[in-house]
């Protein structure tokens, strides 16, 4: 089993900036995919960005590409999310996920196997 704990969100006016962390606990973290979703309210869950066990393979959504970074520390057992340039559409709970496919093509939130809680962004115009 694997549990996943996000942190970082808040409320930020537009054009500010937030960094969102994940750890994991339990199972050995290196060698999965890790990847970040999130929900607006009335609005489907979707994908944000991923990143490889290796950190070099990286990938984003278009509404999110140059402004938000993904990272992970492996030593750490963390991923994060730094979010720049926010705006209101940023507006979600974020969800931090794992998924044991080991690349980042798998962007469907029906490929990661863990969750977890979410954490809120609010951004303000």
């Known amino acids: 089993q694997v549990q996943l704990v996000e942190s970082g969100g808040g409320l930020v006016q537009a054009g500010g900036s937030l960094r969102l962390s994940c750890t994991a606990s339990g199972r050995t973290f290196t060698t999965y995919t890790m990847g970040w979703f999130r929900q607006a309210p009335g609005k489907e869950r979707e994908f944000v960005a991923n990143?490889?066990?290796?950190?070099?393979?990286?990938a984003y959504a278009d509404s999110v590409k140059d402004r938000f970074t993904i990272s992970r520390d492996n030593a750490k057992n963390t991923v994060y999310l730094q979010m720049n340039s926010l705006k209101p559409e940023d507006t979600a709970v974020y969800y931090c996920?794992?998924?044991?496919?080991?690349?980042?093509?798998?962007?469907?939130?029906?490929?990661?196997?863990?969750w977890g809680q979410g954490t809120q962004v609010t951004v303000s115009s």
């Open positions: 990143i490889d066990w290796s950190g070099g393979g990286l």
């Open positions: 996920a794992l998924t044991y496919y080991s690349t980042t093509y798998y962007r469907s939130q029906d490929d990661y196997n863990y």
